[in-house]
């Protein structure tokens, strides 16, 4: 029989009270198979019931596990398990939460036979009341007995998979995702608990136990109720001076985590420091967050980690303070913001070397026409046009000064003998042309053509580690690596090339795959001939007949790193948009965007202009239409499919978006880069809902602006 892909079923609770639905988005119901040579399989379900819950899911259990194939999951048992939750749906209908208690129904056949059930008690309750517990696991000979941690830390997954695999032995790997307590037998392997909207511990730890691929499957409208930015509501009180610098600046924000902690703690931090106060200056301030726990959906990383919700606060506070005291919205930002070379807000050790929100704010106004910007609400007619900005002055080019984040990167690049480079790095493309940009910086580096550098990808097993594809790192943290790696093997390379061509390795140069002496461009060899030299024999055939090689140029010519960036420069950018309220329907249509960003240096144009047209497209979205809607009386998601809820496409998009490349030339970043791709999505919500004002008078101070709320507001409604 072939080995087919061990697929794990990741189920919603069918059986759960309609109205807590949303707690439980990730399938507190998960159905796990595994197979192992010639051993049966077991499989473990979890779910909500009554204590007798066993003689209704067993029967139905056993029959499919029956049925099941040696090497995959079959549909007889995916009906086996609905019907164990049909079993207990009128049952659990009768009886209030509280009273429930979560079974954690263990079904498995280990070198012999038997059942073995296991319950636990308030489970189910710790799940939507607090923050998640590791499993207990307790040996029924009262040998062993590991008391659970309900904290609300969570190990990232590298923790979690180091942690649980050296406990990875014995006959069944149980996983019980999102419980309380699980009883074990000693015969099983005691159940672990990972976080419950994380699951690649689960099947990696699954992989490495069955030995074959694993895939945790969802459902689309599964995928809808997962997972969500996190709602945030915030409260701002500021302070001005007469001439229009701020005094003082209060803040504090109300952040949805659900029924889990997840992300909720650190992402409401990141809100704080780089969406609401690191970016404008004060001599007094003062930020209070809380992470409230509710029966919503969990929370998740999304682009921007909470600096969207606080920039969208921030800046349409600020158009209102200048809107009310006279201010000029630009002239207002620039006396408030940081300058170039002025200590970093968040790490005064730093200094900020690149720093050119000045000249965005400038170049976009200038752009967009801003001194030709009417007053709000001046238009006449139904169809009503108007303009206005945003600006998020600091972001991140990755996480060096976050104490709990990971942040360090490697590369390995290797020349062949025709010339050409590999570049191996553990860096993820996540459609971005992360790749393409890399290759362009080792190219660099390297003195060769892109065309010449070739990437692959692998994982920590044949590569260094590199930390993840998030907080607008990779240019900067994974390019520095990769510069640096590109300038061990250029050292090795020249040397090689000195003692064959008996020159000073410091005289010698390599451009366009052509190593010289500095000004003698006639003397000279190429990188391939180089190479040949560094990986021939003892003898060579030259046109001066047979040469020996000596020991000194010997070996492949390979440069390696491992690192963290010295440094977290941070982009700037302001955007300016164009927005027609049609005040008879609520409508709104962006006809035209410029954003301004300052990066450091441009590496890959084409992908820059494509993160910025992304986040555009994102911001939309955000700011009018995507929405999370559920049934007051039921907690049903009203929103779970496409059909229902709102995205932009094509037809959304302004016609016309002119991406403005600022290049202050960031010293610590690879050839002057440094981060751009959340700050495209940061800036616009604020910048189209004080266009919106512009257009017609009223401010609309949540999100999404709905038609529904500008009629509202006109009056209209």
């Not at 200094?351 to 001046?378: I, N, P, Q, T, V």
Request: charged letters at 20%.
């Amino acid at each position: 029989m072939a080995d087919l892909p061990l697929r794990v079923a990741v189920m919603a609770p069918a059986h759960v009270d309609p109205a807590l639905a949303p707690a439980f988005t990730t399938g507190h119901v998960r159905s796990w198979l595994r197979a192992r040579r010639s051993e049966p399989f077991a499989a473990c379900l979890s779910c909500g019931g009554a204590t007798d819950l066993s003689d209704r899911l067993l029967p139905a259990l056993e029959a499919g596990f029956r049925a099941a194939s040696r090497y995959s999951i079959t549909t007889s048992l995916s009906r086996a398990v609905q019907t164990a939750h049909v079993g207990v749906r009128e049952e659990n209908r009768t009886r209030p939460l509280a009273e429930q208690q979560v079974a954690s129904v263990i079904l498995a056949a280990t070198r012999g036979n038997g059942v073995y059930v296991a319950r636990t008690g308030a489970g189910l309750i710790a799940n939507v009341r607090g923050a998640g517990a590791w499993a207990r696991s307790a040996d029924p000979t009262g040998r062993q007995d590991a008391a659970a941690d309900q904290g609300i830390g969570f190990p990232e997954p590298p923790q979690i998979i180091s942690e649980f695999f050296p406990f990875a032995q014995g006959d069944t790997l149980i996983l019980v995702p999102g419980l309380g307590l699980a009883d074990v037998p000693d015969d099983l392997l005691s159940a672990v608990l990972a976080r419950p909207l994380d699951p690649e511990p689960l099947a990696a730890l699954l992989s490495a136990k069955t030995r074959k691929p694993v895939r945790i499957e969802q459902t689309r409208h599964e995928d809808f109720i997962t997972n969500a930015r996190h709602p945030m509501k915030v409260h701002l009180k500021t302070g001005i001076k007469k001439d229009g610098t701020f005094c003082a600046r209060y803040a504090s924000t109300q952040c949805d985590t659900s029924a889990y902690a997840t992300h909720g703690p650190v992402v409401i931090l990141v809100h704080a420091h780089f969406g609401l106060m690191l970016g404008y200056r004060s001599p007094h301030m003062k930020w209070e967050g809380k992470v409230v726990h509710t029966n919503n959906m969990p929370g998740g990383a999304f682009r921007g980690y909470g600096a969207p919700q606080g920039c969208f606060a921030v800046e349409s506070q600020i158009d209102e303070i200048c809107e009310e005291l006279g201010f000029d919205p630009i002239e207002f930002r620039l006396k408030n913001t940081p300058r170039c070379g002025d200590p970093h807000p968040f790490n005064p050790a730093w200094k900020l070397e690149s720093y050119a929100l000045d000249e965005c704010l400038a170049r976009g106004a200038e752009r967009m026409g801003w001194s030709e910007r009417g007053k709000a609400g001046s238009g006449t007619g139904t169809s009503k046009r108007g303009i206005g900005m945003a600006a998020h002055p600091l972001w991140v080019s990755g996480c060096v000064g976050f104490p709990d984040i990971y942040e360090h990167s490697g590369a390995i690049i290797k020349l062949n003998v025709d010339g050409t480079a590999n570049l191996s790095s553990a860096t993820m493309d996540i459609g971005g042309g992360q790749n393409t940009t890399l290759c362009q910086i080792a190219a660099e580096e390297l003195g060769l053509a892109y065309e010449s550098v070739h990437m692959s990808t692998g994982d920590t097993d044949t590569l260094p580690f590199d930390a993840p594809t998030h907080a607008s790192r990779v240019t900067y943290s994974s390019g520095n690596a990769v510069k640096v790696a590109a300038a061990a093997a250029k050292k090795r390379l020249l040397e090689v090339a000195a003692i064959v061509m008996e020159a000073n390795a410091d005289d010698l140069q390599v451009r366009n795959g052509v190593i010289t002496v500095k000004g003698s461009p006639d003397q000279g060899m190429s990188v391939a001939d180089v190479v040949k030299r560094a990986e021939s024999p003892w003898m060579v055939i030259t046109p001066k007949g047979p040469m020996p090689t000596t020991l000194q140029e010997k070996g492949s010519i390979m440069g390696m790193s491992s690192l963290a960036p010295t440094s977290n420069p941070s982009p700037a950018v302001a955007e300016f948009v164009e927005v027609e309220v049609d005040t008879e329907t609520g409508q709104v249509k962006v006809l035209r965007a410029v954003y301004a960003h300052d990066l450091g240096r441009v590496i890959n144009p084409a992908a820059a202009e494509g993160q910025v047209e992304g986040g555009l497209q994102q911001g939309i979205g955000f700011a009018l239409m995507e929405n999370m809607l559920f049934d007051p009386q039921t907690g049903a998601c009203l929103t779970a499919d496409f059909l229902d809820y709102k995205m932009p496409t094509a037809v959304e998009m302004p016609r016309q978006i002119e991406c403005i490349f600022i290049e202050s030339n960031e010293p610590s970043g690879p050839f002057g880069a440094k981060g751009l791709s959340e700050a495209c999505l940061i800036v616009p919500a604020p910048a189209i809902a004080n266009a919106i004002y512009n257009a017609v008078g009223v401010r609309i101070r949540s999100l999404p602006i709905t038609p529904e709320k500008i009629l509202s507001a006109l009056g209209k409604l």
